[in-house]
C-alpha cells in the first residue's frame, strides 16, 4: 500500500472503533508512539507494537466512548496526519472531550 490507502485505511478503521484491526494490520512491529505528556510515573513513549497495544488496551479499558470521529486524512508525500475528536470520559475522571492530531512518518 502506498501512503494515500494507509492513511485512508486508518482513518476507515478508526471511524469504525476497529483499534485492533488497525494494530494487527498497519502498523509495524517496532512502532514508536509519542503522546504529548504521560501519566505521572509513565514514560510519554512507547515501543513496539506490545506496548502500543497495551496502551491501546488500557485506553478501551478506561474510557467510555459516547463518539469518535477522524477528519482527514492529510496526505504530504510519505506521511500524513488525522484530526480526532472524541466525545468519551476516563471513568475515574470527570473531564470528558478529546481533540488530538496524530501523524505517521
Same mark, same amino acid.
Given at each position: %500500500?502506498? *501512503?494515500?490507502? !494507509?492513511a $485512508? /485505511?486508518v482513518?476507515?478503521? !478508526?471511524? /469504525? $472503533?476497529?483499534w485492533?484491526?488497525a494494530l494487527? *494490520? ?5 512502532i !514508536?508512539?509519542?503522546e504529548?505528556?504521560? =501519566?505521572? #510515573?509513565? =514514560?510519554?513513549?512507547k515501543?513496539g507494537i506490545?506496548q502500543v497495544r #497495551? /496502551? *491501546?488496551d @488500557?485506553?478501551?479499558e478506561? %474510557? $467510555?466512548v459516547?463518539? &469518535?470521529e477522524?477528519? #482527514?486524512? &492529510?496526505?504530504?508525500?510519505?506521511? &500524513?496526519? !488525522?484530526?480526532?475528536d ?8 470527570n /473531564?470528558? %472531550?478529546?481533540?488530538?492530531?496524530g &501523524?505517521? @512518518?
Open positions: %500500500m502506498n *501512503t494515500e490507502q !494507509v $485512508q /485505511k482513518v476507515e478503521l !478508526v471511524r /469504525k $472503533q476497529a485492533h484491526e494487527d *494490520t498497519l502498523y509495524a512491529k517496532d !514508536v508512539s509519542v504529548a505528556r504521560a =501519566s505521572e #510515573g509513565e =514514560s510519554p513513549e515501543r506490545d #497495551g /496502551k *491501546t @488500557w485506553w478501551l478506561n %474510557m $467510555q459516547h463518539s &469518535f477522524a477528519n #482527514g486524512p &492529510f496526505v504530504a508525500h510519505d506521511r &500524513f496526519v !488525522v484530526q480526532y472524541a466525545d468519551c470520559h476516563r471513568q475515574d475522571l /473531564k470528558r %472531550m478529546l481533540s488530538e492530531v &501523524f505517521a @512518518w
